[in-house]
C-alpha cells in the first residue's frame, strides 16, 4: 500500500514542501496539512504500518528520521534534533520508540 492510496497527493507534496527548511519540522502542524487527522482510526494504522519500515509493530528513532521519506521520496530527512522531539512527542511509555497506539494518539492531539 502507498501513501498515496490514503492521503491526497497533493496535500503530501504540500505538507513537505512546507517543512524543506532544516529544523522547521512541526509534526501537529504536518498532520494536519497532509489531511491524517480527518482519517478514521484505521487509516491511521495504515499509515503507521507504511511508516514501520522494518514491520516491527514500532517506529523507532531511526525510522522517525526518514518520516518525511515515507509520505514522499523527495521529503527530506529529519535533524536529529527534529527526530528526538518527534520520538519524545510520541513516546509516552517511555521505552523509546512510538507503537501504533501512541501514533495513533499523536495525530489526534495535533
Known amino acids: 500500500m502507498a501513501m498515496t492510496d490514503l492521503l491526497n497527493a497533493e ?23 497532509v489531511g491524517l ?4 482510526p484505521e487509516d491511521v494504522k495504515k499509515v503507521f504500518h507504511i511508516l514501520d519500515k ?20 523527495e521529503g527530506r530527512d529529519l535533524s536529529d534534533k527534529e527526530t528526538k522531539a518527534l520520538l519524545a512527542a510520541g513516546d509516552k511509555d517511555g521505552d523509546g520508540k512510538i507503537g501504533a497506539d501512541e501514533f495513533a494518539t499523536m495525530v489526534a492531539e495535533s
Do not use: R, W
Not at 13 to 18: D, L, N, R
Not at 37 to 40: H, N, R, V
Open 11 to 33: 496535500d503530501i507534496k504540500k505538507a513537505v514542501g512546507a517543512f524543506t527548511a532544516a529544523e522547521s519540522f512541526n509534526y501537529k502542524k504536518f498532520f494536519e496539512m
Open 37 to 40: 487527522k480527518k482519517k478514521s
Open 54 to 73: 522494518d514491520q516491527s509493530g514500532f517506529i523507532e528513532e531511526e525510522e522517525l528520521k526518514f518520516v518525511l521519506k515515507g509520505f514522499t521520496p
